[in-house]
């Protein structure tokens, strides 16, 4: 099928579709990153339609569609993929996905960090059983997967806080951030900064962002394909949560409590605040030209149109 690529190894690669953008054209394409105070608007169609409270988590841009995980905190934690459509309307498009992150594996299936299953899993559009691309670590199964970062060469990322982890039995000794390769061994990135959450990687692939509770946002440099010691990027963050970029690398990072996303240029700087009116957890760009992003929180869906183009997850 079809699908959004955004190749990571090189910032000449970025592009919507099937057809890439040559380097002479990305600046062109990229449009104007984001200043000052915003705000997004919700999206009424996804009301919550559950009666306990609840997230919405993991959104990822596919083709003409948005899709988001729709968990709740009763017992378990139980998931669901959600889908908005072209036509405006939300459906369900996978039952008991046990979801929190998702994004886009280089082969086009969907990838889970899943709290129910303690996992990461991919799985196939044609509603095929899920198969597994990491579920254990040492000899224990993971805390509760929480977000996803994929490179071009299908290297996964992810960070493992133990937010859901009451979801099911067993777990990890620290909180952490790890690799997957694609010879499938899961290495430990960090497993010192408590509670890591919104993982990314820049339009280059040469940086892994992470930010975690301690109110850091912190790049990790990638050198042929080992992952170095983090440097602080951003302090103070209130809650930071999911993050995305746009093609000129910048962070949009998600501040749960604090119901803001706030936009920070790849060397730190504060660009823009993107106010909602919930908590939020997480954002991507989509849309036919991916300038519009979404925003996901509690029970809510809000959409900003924007000039930049950005990543679908």
Not at 50 to 56: I, Q
Request: with cysteine; hydrophobic share 40%.
């Amino acid at each position: 099928m079809r699908r959004s690529i955004l190749c990571l190894s090189r910032l000449s690669c970025f592009a919507f579709g099937a057809a890439l953008l040559p380097a002479s054209a990305v600046a062109a394409s990229c449009g104007a990153a984001p200043s000052g105070e915003l705000k997004a608007e919700r999206v009424a169609a996804a009301a919550p339609s559950r009666t306990e409270p609840g997230l919405y988590e993991g959104p990822v841009w596919v083709k003409d569609a948005l899709y988001f995980s729709d968990f709740s905190f009763a017992r378990g934690f139980p998931s669901r993929v959600r889908r908005l459509g072209p036509d405006g309307k939300v459906s369900t498009a996978i039952e008991d996905s046990g979801s929190n992150g998702l994004a886009i594996h280089a082969d086009g299936q969907l990838v889970l960090a899943s709290h129910k299953d303690k996992a990461l899993l991919r799985h196939a559009w044609d509603g095929g059983k899920a198969t597994l691309i990491a579920g254990s670590y040492k000899g224990n199964v993971f805390n509760s997967p929480n977000d996803i970062a994929i490179a071009a060469d299908g290297t996964v990322y992810f960070t493992d806080p133990d937010w859901q982890k009451a979801a099911a039995p067993g777990g990890q000794p620290v909180t952490g951030i790890y690799r997957v390769g694609t010879d499938g061994k899961v290495t430990l990135v960090d497993g010192t900064r408590p509670n890591p959450n919104g993982i990314a990687l820049s339009p280059a692939g040469d940086l892994l962002y992470v930010n975690a509770s301690d109110g850091l946002l912190k790049a990790y440099p990638i050198v042929k394909g080992a992952v170095q010691a983090g440097r602080t990027l951003v302090s103070g963050l209130e809650g930071g949560d999911g993050m995305t970029l746009d093609c000129h690398g910048n962070v949009y990072v998600t501040e749960h409590g604090a119901r803001r996303v706030r936009v920070f240029s790849p060397q730190g700087r504060e660009l823009a605040t993107i106010r909602v009116d919930a908590n939020v957890t997480n954002a991507a760009f989509g849309g036919k030209d991916h300038k519009t992003l979404y925003i996901t929180g509690a029970g809510a869906l809000w959409r900003l149109p924007l000039a930049v183009s950005g990543l679908p997850y």
